[in-house]
């Protein structure tokens, strides 16, 4: 028997705390590309395997017994791995018991940082197009979005510092930023840090510093990382995530990093919305991290990705945007159609074959500027069958 509508089987009101999310247009696409036998360039994750050594470590962490909780601050072998990692890419040395935790994933040291940190009716700037949690954990926290967007143009997407000055007010608690970028595959650069450190210099406003992608950067560039910043780096939370640095984001490990004093408040809101994270996969990516070839090597194996990828698209009538880090490749497509950005998406999916994710889905307010996402963490081959149907266009 079908069950009843929902709305009918509730003897109570619910009011929604948050009534604007709906259906993500990932879960759309991601549907719409199955449908069609898209090829699916939306979805930001890899379609390849990882190293086979780094199961080979979990499993061995489960057979030896490493099955019961850990410490509530992560396993202290991949405190101390995350610890060396920074200082030896960073030169910033963070303390292994005192300012590291491991958290599930990105998204919940996100979202944790927010909760510790953000107080009801304070301000939190969010640079447009931004990554999709932030705006909800902000108002599940009784936060309020503070918007500022970012430019773009020839040279891609940049942030607009003299803007985000002027939204700053003595609410502002956060500030949120996050490179390499998604969606734009923009890079922050030394100028851009310093001209923040200049901003909040001498104010109360911390940092919550989203390097996910910290690793994909390319070019022989070089990640600007907060904690290369010794003025930022007293002041934010520094997050990343093993799931995109080793092609596992189905396992949700990751990390935050921040001064105790921040630390210890965060660590009083994790241990109430997850307590830690599970035992095997923390000692097996410690294990994995005593070599540091993986992720220094990341940025070459996606760089070469990237050109493959720039080369096919360079044939079409698709404008790159430049990508100097993340897995992403934004096209502006204008010159093929004049659809707003999601029907573009559609039309994408359904008559060529491709699904892409509209950048117009990164912003509180859509916003359209011609421009989709590719993703490019993918098989050689999925690259080369999504080109050979991009041809078309
Ligand atoms: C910018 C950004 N931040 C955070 C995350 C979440 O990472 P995790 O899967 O580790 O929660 C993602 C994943 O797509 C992301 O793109």
């Known amino acids: ?43 930001g994750f890899p379609d390849f395997g990882c190293d086979p050594a780094l199961i080979e470590m979990v499993d061995a962490a489960m057979k030896s017994g490493l099955n019961q909780y850990p410490p ?83 040279n891609g997407y940049t942030v607009p510092w003299d803007k985000v000055a002027s939204a700053l007010t003595s609410k502002t608690r956060l500030i949120i930023v996050n490179t390499p970028h998604n969606p734009s595959g923009s890079t922050l650069q030394e100028g851009d840090m310093t001209t923040l450190a200049d901003l909040v210099r001498g104010t109360d406003i911390l940092i919550l510093a989203d390097e996910v ?49 921040l630390m210890a408040e965060f660590r009083k809101v994790h241990q109430f919305n997850v307590f830690t994270v599970n035992t095997p996969m923390q000692h097996g990516i410690a294990a994995y991290m005593a070599n540091p070839a993986p992720y220094r090597e990341l940025g070459a194996f996606y760089e070469r990705k990237r050109n493959l990828f720039r080369a096919g698209l360079e044939k079409t009538r698709l404008r790159l945007l430049p990508a100097q880090g993340t897995y992403f490749q934004c096209v502006d497509y204008r010159a093929v159609s004049d659809l707003p950005e999601a029907e573009f998406a559609k039309w994408l999916t359904c008559e060529i074959g491709v699904a892409a994710i509209p950048v117009s889905a990164f912003y509180a307010e859509p916003r359209e500027s011609g421009i989709v996402r590719f993703c490019f963490a993918k098989k050689d081959e999925t690259l080369e069958l999504a080109l050979k149907r991009l041809a078309a266009i």
């Open 1 to 43: 028997m079908k069950p009843p509508a929902q709305s009918t089987r509730l003897p109570v009101r619910i009011e929604s705390k948050l009534p604007a999310v709906g259906t993500t247009i990932f879960t759309v696409m991601s549907s719409l590309a199955a449908e069609k036998k898209a090829v699916n360039l939306g979805q």
């Open 72 to 154: 509530m601050t992560g396993a202290a072998p991949l405190r101390v791995a995350i610890a060396d990692k920074i200082e030896g890419i960073y030169g910033y040395r963070y303390d292994a018991d005192s300012e590291i935790t491991v958290t599930a994933g990105a998204t919940q040291a996100i979202f944790t940082a927010i909760q510790c940190c953000v107080h009801a009716g304070d301000e939190v700037l969010i640079i447009e197009p931004a990554y999709d949690s932030y705006v909800p954990s902000v108002l599940l926290a009784g936060g309020v979005p503070v918007f500022v967007q970012m430019n773009v143009g020839a």
């Open 213 to 261: 992608y910290e690793h994909m950067v390319y070019d022989g560039a070089r990640h600007e990382s907060v904690c290369r910043y010794p003025d930022l780096a007293a002041r934010s939370f520094v997050v990343s995530s093993f799931g995109k640095t080793y092609h596992v984001t189905g396992w949700k490990v990751g990390f935050v990093a921040a001064p105790a004093a």
